[in-house]
């Protein structure tokens, strides 16, 4: 066996350093992967005179037997019966958004923008709100009332402070599709 000098010793230690700087990259990689996957969230949508639309792991699927509902009871009731295997306790409208592929009665399909339900599963949990950069965070909660109320009030309050709405969200559920406050973010 040869001689070992200073240079190859070095050059050796620098091959395994850049070895196992890649080896954590790769390990921090997978982990950033596995920590920012897709999380599936049970929804449905309804368009009257159309096929019913939920979510599935792989995307939005369309339910020939059910036309649209209005009643909340019945919502959460369709919710409950979608998926059986997830404790689906509650409803809440969730922001506008483009449905592509929606079915008509004659099998072509167009994208429609809509505002779906989430079925909530287990306990309800308000979403987490970013707030920028010169930008202020506000609450309110004084009655059970809905997604939409919560919302145009959230909306109004933050033009009365010469402010655009940037984001808002239910508080505490006290009633089927129907909450006990909004937090927003207002910009």
């Not at 019913?52 to 959460?76: F, N, R, Y």
Request: glycine share 4%; hydrophobic share 35%; net charge negative.
């Amino acid at each position: 066996m040869g001689q070992l000098t200073l240079p190859s010793v070095l050059a050796c230690i620098c091959v395994l350093v850049q070895v196992s700087v890649g080896y954590i990259e790769s390990l921090a990689a997978n982990t950033d992967f596995q920590r920012h996957d897709y999380k599936f969230v049970p929804m449905v949508a309804f368009m009257c005179n159309k096929p019913t639309m939920h979510t599935t792991p792989e995307g939005w699927v369309a339910d020939s037997k059910q036309d649209c509902l209005h009643d909340e009871k019945q919502i959460l009731q369709y919710c409950q019966k979608l998926y059986p295997n997830m404790t689906i306790t509650n409803i809440v409208e969730d922001h506008k958004l483009t449905i592509r592929d929606w079915p008509d009665s004659h099998g072509h399909k167009h994208g429609h923008t809509v505002q779906p339900f989430r079925c909530v599963v287990g306990p309800f949990e308000s979403d987490a709100l970013l707030v920028p950069q010169h930008c202020h965070f506000y609450h309110e909660h004084n009655q059970c009332d809905t997604y939409k109320k919560w919302g145009d009030w959230a909306t109004a309050d933050c033009q009365a402070k010469d402010m655009r709405i940037d984001s808002f969200s239910m508080l505490l559920d006290c009633d089927i599709d129907r909450f006990a406050g909004v937090e927003y973010v207002c910009c």
